[in-house]
């Protein structure tokens, strides 16, 4: 028996079309998240010897500037996070440098520098991302709301976690 071209056609097409579900396909991006990266180069090395271990998560001040209780403003820019005092104290006296990046609902953090305080002005390669404890589970970084002030978020308060990663999710 003969097939027409036709029926092979759409035979063809039907069988291009069936899938499977692959259980380990990622959920798809938002577009408003900052791309998927690398660490610095040692981070790893350096982040073990200061006793760090991907999981471990940093309380923080998100920026040295507004250290103050009550809301912030972010914009898109450099910061240095305060380690807190909460407990065991990890990173006691240093400062954690990253960039925050700013959307109108979202506050990002991505951390790359430990300042250390018996180093002065040399900083260690890190990896961290910042995350809010509070209510954002998902590791979207600090829920947060447009400011009057155009490229500015404002978020309900100055207080974040830094998580640490061995790659920026």
């Not at 035979?11 to 291009?16: N, T």
């Not at 507004?66 to 910061?79: E, I, L, M, W």
């Not at 951390?111 to 954002?136: I, K, N, T």
């Amino acid at each position: 028996m003969r097939m027409s071209p036709w029926l092979t056609v759409l035979l063809l097409a039907g069988a291009g079309c069936a899938h499977t579900d692959d259980a380990t396909a990622k959920p798809e991006r938002p577009k408003w998240m900052p791309p998927e990266g690398a660490c610095p180069k040692g981070a790893l090395v350096q982040m073990e010897r200061l006793g760090l271990k991907p999981g471990d998560k940093v309380p923080v001040i998100v920026d040295a500037i507004q250290d103050h209780p009550g809301p912030a403003r972010y914009n898109y820019s450099f910061v240095i996070a305060l380690p807190r005092d909460e407990g065991e104290t990890k990173l006691p006296g240093a400062r954690i440098g990253g960039r925050l990046f700013v959307t109108k609902h979202r506050v990002f953090g991505r951390y790359d520098r430990v300042f250390l305080p018996e180093s002065g002005a040399m900083s260690v390669p890190f990896c961290g991302v910042l995350l809010d404890s509070r209510w954002d589970r998902d590791g979207e970084g600090l829920v947060a709301y447009p400011s009057p002030m155009k490229g500015f978020s404002v978020v309900q308060d100055n207080t974040g976690v830094i998580l640490v990663v061995d790659r920026y999710p």
